[in-house]
């Protein structure tokens, strides 16, 4: 029995369906952003009918997974890390099966009745938040400044050459858990607690890691500048996929940044603190003394 985190983009692809018939036992958990992705642009319902109809066959094996924004506002608030049982929510999973249910018996759709009602308050609101893809993308190239005026430049044109792919990782992981302690002031929080609440991995950590890793590779790469918005916004989104599922078994996608981005996340919880101070160590006294570099 496996929990498998479901990408919009397969919700109405055979594999899919495939997949739920393959694995009677098994959960599908349709993340928050997923959501957001049908509500994106006006034809909203077009998209969410058929995406839906693909779970009406197991209604009851679905969950619907709590916003990565308010997981991250309540580990703030708290500095208590998200379980597998805070992400879901109860509610919204309710809501949604009740959807799934109505759309699927061809009867008056009530809860369909209830999101049209809201949708323009809705979207408004995304369009200033989550769906904003100027602010998206000018917080992603913050980051990359900051990574291209405090790397070495050997570092830089190793990791360029893709010659260090665990001191990739360990750089990410430490560059986030520097970042997460920064943004815990040690006034309010003692220095111990902070790395008491890094030590259960939680989302802030988990999010960050993966904020780093997209900022790290465009300095590494080049070109976020030239790049659209809207399809810098696409790979933020694929973040929040790669995030979720990292509490859950595996994550279903047909993107490859997507699932580059879990698997990566993946390999870094499975470090160790000790790892990732060896290998940072380690491998840039090697970097800096290849003559390549």
């Known amino acids: 029995m496996k929990s498998y985190v479901i990408d919009q983009n397969v919700m109405r692809k055979p594999m899919l369906a495939a997949l739920i018939a393959a694995e009677p036992d098994s959960s599908f958990i349709v993340p928050d952003v997923a959501l957001l992705e049908m509500s994106k642009g006006q034809n909203w319902e077009g998209t969410m009918r058929p995406s839906l109809a693909a779970f009406a066959g197991?209604?009851?094996?679905?969950?619907?997974?709590?916003?990565?924004?308010?997981?991250l506002k309540r580990e703030r608030n708290f500095l208590n890390a998200t379980t597998v049982q805070d992400l879901i929510t109860d509610e919204f999973t309710s809501f949604v099966r009740s959807l799934i249910k109505e759309l699927s018996s061809g009867r008056p759709a009530m809860s369909m009745e209830l999101i049209r009602a809201n949708f323009p308050q809705a979207f408004t609101h995304w369009q200033t938040a989550d769906l904003n893809a100027d602010s998206a993308k000018a917080r992603v190239i913050e980051l990359v400044h900051l990574f291209k005026k405090g790397l070495k430049k050997?570092?830089?044109?190793?990791?360029?050459?893709?010659?260090?792919?665990?001191?990739?990782?360990?750089?990410?992981?430490?560059?986030?858990?520097?970042?997460?302690?920064n943004?815990?002031?040690?006034?309010?929080?003692?220095?111990?607690?902070?790395?008491?609440?890094?030590?259960?991995?939680?989302?802030?950590?988990?999010?960050?890691?993966?904020?780093?890793?997209?900022?790290?590779?465009?300095?590494?790469?080049?070109?976020?500048?030239?790049?659209?918005?809207?399809?810098?916004?696409?790979?933020?989104l694929d973040i929040e996929y790669a995030l979720t599922a990292s509490y859950f078994d595996d994550l279903v996608t047909e993107d490859g940044g997507a699932r580059s981005a879990f698997s990566d996340l993946k390999e870094i919880l499975a470090m160790s603190p000790e790892t990732v101070a060896a290998v940072m160590k380690g491998t840039l006294q090697e970097i800096l003394a290849d003559p390549k570099f």
């Open 58 to 71: 197991a209604n009851d094996r679905i969950y619907v997974s709590l916003s990565i924004g308010e997981a």
């Open 183 to 236: 943004h815990i002031p040690p006034k309010v929080i003692a220095p111990a607690a902070a790395y008491k609440f890094l030590s259960y991995q939680p989302m802030t950590f988990r999010y960050t890691v993966l904020l780093t890793r997209h900022a790290l590779d465009w300095a590494i790469e080049g070109g976020l500048d030239s790049l659209p918005t809207e399809r810098e916004l696409n790979n933020l």
């Open 154 to 181: 050997e570092v830089i044109k190793a990791l360029r050459n893709h010659s260090y792919p665990q001191y990739r990782l360990a750089l990410i992981a430490a560059q986030a858990e520097q970042f997460v302690l």
